[in-house]
């Protein structure tokens, strides 16, 4: 019964999913942490870390990992969780896929035309949106720890944050470079 639950909400975060898989986020999280409670919130935003880690789409790489862990925490085995992930990655790519293959002629075509570049005048603040909201999803105590109980992780939790967003904004440092520095400064500053 898992399997098709996941193949569902996974079809249609895929369906909905505008804006790539950082839009997707805060879908996948509201389905998987909040309204089916496959997974906890601590696990949701470890499996976005090692989503942004790993190789690939950061939508497909958290449905992977969330199918798994869905099948997981419902007492699934290995093989069934493995099961779990393959649904849940092909129900999130399958509407991509069909849809593509029906329009990808059709906007060749009309690209051009008043209406279509209407319709994506109005999607992209709608993207951005789903960027935002995903983000500030994310900006828990769960992430970043409590002032009141925890400060020191607060503090460095927030200290990270902001160097990773500046160093990535405006220095331009690889983020790949900045993931591998906030994992050690984690390392050194919080085990």
């Known amino acids: 019964m898992i399997y098709l ?6 079809f249609m975060i895929g369906l909905f999913g505008f804006g790539g898989g ?11 942490v909040v309204h089916h409670h496959w997974l906890s919130s601590a696990e949701f935003t470890n499996i976005v870390a090692i989503s942004q880690m790993t ?12 199918g798994y862990t869905a099948v997981h925490n419902s007492g699934g085995t290995m093989l069934m969780s493995v099961l779990g992930s393959a649904t849940a990655t092909f129900a999130l790519v399958l509407p991509s896929l069909i849809l ?8 060749m075509k009309y690209m051009n035309t008043h209406a279509v570049q209407s319709i994506f005048g109005g999607l992209r603040p709608v993207v951005v949106g789903l960027l935002a909201a995903a983000t500030l999803l994310l ?3 769960e992430n970043f720890g409590s002032p009141s109980v925890n400060p020191w992780q607060f503090f460095i939790s927030m200290a990270l944050f902001l160097a990773t967003f500046f160093g990535t904004m405006w220095l331009k440092i690889n983020p790949i470079r900045m ?5 050690l400064a ?6």
């Open 5 to 10: 639950q996941l193949f569902y909400t996974f």
């Open 22 to 32: 950082y839009g997707m986020l805060s879908l996948i999280q509201t389905e998987t």
């Open 55 to 66: 190789p690939g789409p950061i939508g497909i790489n958290s449905a992977t990992y969330c």
């Open 100 to 107: 593509m293959l029906l329009i990808s002629r059709l906007f």
């Open 139 to 141: 900006c828990n105590a």
């Open 179 to 183: 993931i591998c520095y906030a994992a």
């Open 186 to 191: 984690g390392l050194l500053l919080l085990y």
